[in-house]
């Protein structure tokens, strides 16, 4: 069965940052793109970033382009999403998720970790 679990969210200040995990088990990790959503309140899931199953293709959103950084340790089946420069705007349900998808409802991801950024 796979398992997709998020943690490192929390209440953080406008400028500051947080580093997201995702430890996922029950496939072979290595061989997946991995990717990670966000879902604001009362809005629609958002693309955030993927990465390659070799960890050296990535690619991010616009929006967070330059302030977040992903990466993954294939030994430790874990993927990252670090935060940097976070605005209020970030605020959101971060999952991670198994492949890509141009229908992101269609992706297999975790329950999520909350992000919440104050001004």
């Known amino acids: 069965e796979v398992q997709l679990v998020e943690s490192g969210g929390g209440l953080v200040q406008a400028g500051g940052s947080l580093r997201l995990s995702c430890a996922a088990s029950?496939?072979?990790?290595?061989?997946?793109?991995m990717t990670w959503v966000r879902q604001a309140p009362g809005k629609g899931l958002e693309w955030v970033s993927s990465?390659?199953?070799?960890?050296?293709?990535?690619s991010y959103s616009d929006r967070v382009k330059g302030r977040f950084t992903i990466s993954r340790d294939n030994a430790k089946n874990t993927l990252y999403l670090e935060l940097n420069s976070l605005k209020t705007e970030d605020t959101a349900m971060y999952h991670c998720?198994?492949?890509?998808?141009?229908?992101?409802?269609?992706?297999?991801r975790g329950q999520g970790t909350q992000v919440t950024v104050s001004s």
């Open positions: 029950g496939f072979t990790f290595s061989s997946y793109r």
């Open positions: 998720a198994q492949g890509w998808s141009v229908v992101l409802s269609t992706l297999l």
């Open positions: 990465i390659s199953g070799d960890g050296r293709g990535t």
